[in-house]
């Protein structure tokens, strides 16, 4: 039986990405000398490709996330150069090829020691779903998954439904739908959500200001959904890695800051919208990202969810 990542490896696939790469740059970019196929998941493969003047990456997704390159090309424009225009893409296979935009934020932090350049990536991320709030319609007709907020209760009960040995202490549909009543009750608009975003994808070329890239998870949500993740999924754990040594404060304040200008309002407000949606987009993620052939990344995301305060 073949396993899932066999599909990048096959030797007509791996042929057809490298005529589509150099049919793409060879005579628009750099000439072409080398393509290395860097990485392999189930889901997704990414090539190296070295031209004469500079690095490009090549990246195919599977059908569950084919729209990337035309959601990266769509926000690209609307994100106020914190997304960067794809060189060149295909709506129809998927397969996209971007400049390289290293170094990653997680080499910065490993190289500064300090978490502060998190707060740059945040209000420039909080800007790039502000900016796309009157974008939903469009952004659902690209393939971006619907997790609005009257989807989820549904799709919650649903979810937990179809695990085998779900934890029967998790809490009812019905106390998702109250949690969604009472985030939807700030008025907050939902947009594009990234669901997935870490400091692995999070670029800072020649350490200017940050750039947001792998929309291959994201999903049209509430945007604060994006707190479970990246705050207290990632950030909390500070630079050594370490549960809790991170104050969560400022990169809150960094992210509600956009939010409080748009709505007229003030950011010490907008902290209860954040702390109900922390516990929410953990329910968002457990659904956005289930594979039903790795049901223990959904039960850690649940259990995430069960564990929460609001």
């Not at 960067?84 to 397969?95: E, K, L």
Request: glycine share 6%; hydrophobic share 40%; aromatic share 8%.
């Amino acid at each position: 039986m073949s396993e899932p990542q066999d599909r990048w490896r096959d030797p007509q696939f791996v042929s057809g990405a490298h005529a589509w790469i150099h049919e793409q740059l060879d005579h628009t970019v750099s000439p072409v000398l080398e393509i290395q196929q860097t990485h392999v998941t189930d889901w997704s493969t990414v090539m190296r490709v070295t031209t004469r003047y500079r690095t490009s990456w090549f990246k195919a997704n599977d059908e569950s996330m084919r729209h990337e390159a035309a959601v990266t090309a769509f926000l690209a424009p609307r994100s106020g150069e914190r997304v960067p225009r794809p060189q060149a893409y295909d709506p129809g296979t998927g397969w996209m090829l971007t400049a390289d935009m290293s170094p990653r934020l997680r080499e910065v932090i490993a190289e500064e020691r300090s978490l502060a350049r998190w707060h740059d990536a945040l209000r420039g991320y909080a800007g790039i779903q502000i900016a796309c709030e009157d974008a939903v319609d469009e952004l659902l007709a690209l393939g971006l998954p619907d997790r609005r907020l009257a989807t989820l209760p549904g799709a919650y009960a649903d979810l937990v439904a179809g695990l085998p040995d779900a934890d029967r202490r998790l809490p009812p549909a019905s106390d998702v739908e109250e949690l969604c009543a009472r985030l939807a009750s700030y008025g907050i608009r939902e947009t594009v959500q990234h669901d997935d975003l870490h400091d692995g994808q999070v670029f800072l070329p020649t350490h200017s200001h940050a750039h947001i890239l792998d929309w291959g998870d994201a999903c049209v949500s509430h945007p604060f959904f994006t707190l479970a993740v990246t705050l207290e999924g990632v950030i909390a754990w500070g630079v050594e890695d370490v549960e809790d040594s991170e104050d969560l404060g400022p990169h809150l304040t960094a992210y509600l800051e956009p939010y409080a200008a748009r709505y007229g309002t003030t950011v010490a407000h907008l902290r209860g919208a954040a702390e109900i949606a922390m516990r929410l987009g953990w329910v968002c993620r457990a659904v956005n990202g289930h594979l039903p052939q790795d049901p223990d990344r959904t039960r850690v995301r649940l259990k995430m969810f069960l564990d929460g305060k609001p």
